[in-house]
Structures are given as structure tokens and as C-alpha cells.
């Protein structure tokens, strides 16, 4: 115990990840940090309130070693796969793990849209992950309602069912109701929502709002503020997803502890490489270049079935750049070289400045 109370009076003041181990030198628990010797002494004060599991965590703690990062960033994703690699013990007792829903188009004639917590190799569509399971339960079942498609089988029936005459369903069970482009089509507006593409759905939504609200119909006005409130946030994270979990690439620059500027090149939720530039430093334009050009020419390899380990990276770059303010780029494929420099020098500046806010381009 003596060996880990020098070793935590040598902790840094910076962030990293730590790792708590056992008599047996087995790594029992892994966890993060932007602060490493505030975090970790934490564990060392008593509490009356800490769970049997907390307790036997630190009853178990005999030694520690950590690996300081530049950024919280880098110590959320470095934590991330080390807890897959090491597996420790109370890492799976002490945390509860989420299974993140998606939002799923059935591979079919006629397909349906329901809530999905794993991707399968079906051909269907799939849309999230998503941190929010209320959310999308309520998503699905408003799309359900809002579009007339096909809530049971598709076993062919010679009468349409009560779902058709509530206008609920273009009943294409029934054989002599031919309505197989009217669906694919109301399908392909379904998908274009759901990329973050529903301005004109919103509208229209805040159109009838105005509407029930001047008629003084107050409950039916807020059904569809309520409406419109949900797509909004669907819309939004759906942009910022679809942009992480895609080939498509980002870059962020973000500020270090000390005063130094981390540039990230990210492409389908994975951080590819980084930059780092001193603050003592010029902003070197061909430095830059260097760093960029091998990563703008590396092949993309258009997975269409993502493993789990790249969801959750992109899930946590993708909470990181929308609970943090900071700047970030969007690479676009007709973007020169000169014109990215160009854009990023001038966010490299804002960073250095702690102008932090994003601006979009």
C-alpha cells in the first residue's frame, strides 16, 4: 500500500488513463481521466457511501500504472480499447453497459421501419446508433403513424384490414390494391429523413402547429410542437452519426493542457493520425500539408457492416464534438488542398486564441 501512495503522489495533474491491479499484477479496472492524480486519489478517500462493488474494487488495488494523453479526447478513446483488449474484472461488474438502438428499414418488397439493437448482415437499412431509446421507440411509432406503411405481414389477404380504411396503411397485402412504386417512393422519403434531410418535413409540420394554434386548438398544436421537437433532435444527430460512421472524414483541433494544439484526421469514426503543434511554434502551411496529403489519398474501404469496436468510437468522437466547443472541419471531396490548409490555419488560430465555438462551412 506504501508502493501506491508514492505512486499516487507522482501522479500528473494531466489527462490519461489509469490502470488498477491486483496482488497477481492482473488489471482489475481501467478508467479515465482529465485530471489523473485527482481522479485516482478519489478511490483512496472513505466514503459511506461507495456500493459493495466499489468497495471491493479498492479492498483489491495493489499497484497502478497510467499512460498520460494530450487531451480528454484521446484518453476517452484509448480507455475505450483498452477496456476491450484487457477485459478487466470490475469494468464489466461496475458499469452499465447500454445497447445503443437503431432505427431499421426491413430488406423487403414492401418493407417496415422498427427499433433494432444490433446490426445483422441482411441487407436491411440501418440508422444510429442512437443514445437515446425513448427517442427512437418514439420516432419509429410517429413515422408509423405519419406514413401509411404496412404495420403486420405481408401475407396476402382477400379484405384490407382496419389499419387501410383509418388511412393508415396502403393495405399492400391486398392483391388487387397494386401500390408497390406509391410505397417505394414513401420509402425513399423515409430514408432522406432519416439521413437529416427533413427541412421540408418540419415545415410542413410547423404549418399545421400555426394552423391548430389559431384555431385555437392548443392540445393538437402542441402534439405536432412536440412532433417537431423530436425530429428536430433526430434530424440534427443523424447529420453528426451519419458524418462520424461514414468514409467520410473530419478534423478537429482542440486546445491540450499545455496550451498546445492536437489536430485529429478522422474518418469513419476512427482517429486515423495526429498533429501536434507547439505553442512556441509557427503554424508550418507545409508541415500541414505533409501531415494531410497521405490521409486524403489513403483508400476508403467502404465497409457496409461496421464492427462494434468503430460504433462505439464513433460514438464517443461524435458526443465529444457535440458536448465540447470546439473547432472541427468537414471535408468535402471537391475540396482543394490549399483552400483545406487555408481553412484549418484560421482554426488552428481561433483554437490558439480560445475561440472554441465551430463554425460551419
Not at 17 to 45: A, M
Not at 64 to 90: C, F, G, H, N, Q
Request: net charge positive.
Amino acid at each position: 500500500m506504501d508502493n501506491i501512495k508514492l505512486k499516487i503522489k507522482k501522479l500528473p495533474e494531466l489527462p490519461g488513463v489509469y490502470f488498477f491491479k491486483d496482488k497477481y499484477n492482473n488489471i482489475i479496472y481501467i478508467g479515465k481521466s482529465k485530471c489523473l492524480k485527482k481522479r485516482v486519489k478519489q478511490y483512496f478517500y472513505k466514503s459511506k457511501n461507495d456500493s459493495t462493488k466499489i468497495q471491493k474494487l479498492k479492498f483489491n488495488i495493489f499497484d497502478l500504472e497510467y499512460i498520460i494523453t494530450d487531451t480528454e479526447l484521446e484518453a476517452l478513446v484509448l480507455e475505450s480499447r483498452m477496456i476491450k483488449k484487457y477485459k478487466p474484472k470490475y469494468n464489466s461488474l461496475l458499469k452499465n453497459f447500454k445497447a445503443y438502438p437503431y432505427i431499421k428499414i426491413t430488406n423487403e418488397d414492401y418493407p417496415m421501419i422498427t427499433s433494432a439493437y444490433k446490426i445483422k448482415d441482411d441487407n436491411a437499412l440501418y440508422f444510429g446508433p442512437y443514445n437515446k431509446k425513448r427517442l427512437v421507440y418514439e420516432i419509429v411509432k410517429y413515422i408509423n403513424e405519419l406514413f401509411p406503411i404496412r404495420k403486420c405481414g405481408i401475407k396476402i389477404k382477400s379484405e384490407t384490414c382496419l389499419y387501410y380504411h383509418l388511412g393508415k396503411c396502403l393495405a399492400p397485402c391486398n392483391k388487387s390494391n397494386y401500390v408497390k412504386e406509391e410505397y417505394q417512393e414513401m420509402i425513399n422519403e423515409i430514408i432522406d429523413i432519416l439521413k437529416g434531410n427533413g427541412e421540408y418535413l418540419l415545415k410542413e409540420l410547423n404549418a399545421k402547429m400555426t394552423y391548430h394554434s389559431k384555431s385555437l386548438n392548443y392540445e393538437k398544436a402542441a402534439d405536432y410542437r412536440n412532433k417537431i421537437n423530436k425530429f428536430e433532435v433526430l434530424i440534427y444527430k443523424q447529420r453528426i452519426i451519419t458524418k462520424a460512421l461514414s468514409e467520410e472524414e473530419l478534423i478537429i483541433i482542440e486546445k491540450t493542457i499545455k496550451e498546445n494544439i492536437k489536430i485529429y484526421y478522422i474518418r469513419g469514426g476512427r482517429i486515423l493520425d495526429t498533429f501536434i503543434l507547439y505553442k512556441e511554434e509557427k503554424i508550418d502551411k507545409l508541415k500541414l500539408k505533409t501531415f494531410l496529403i497521405p490521409l486524403l489519398t489513403k483508400l476508403k474501404t467502404h465497409n457496409k457492416i461496421l464492427p462494434q469496436e468503430e460504433i462505439d468510437e464513433a460514438q464517443i468522437i461524435e458526443s465529444w464534438v457535440n458536448h465540447n466547443e470546439i473547432q472541427y472541419i468537414e471535408i468535402e471531396e471537391s475540396m482543394d488542398i490549399n483552400d483545406l490548409i487555408k481553412l484549418l490555419h484560421s482554426k488552428i488560430l481561433q483554437t490558439s486564441k480560445g475561440e472554441d465555438k465551430p463554425v460551419s462551412i
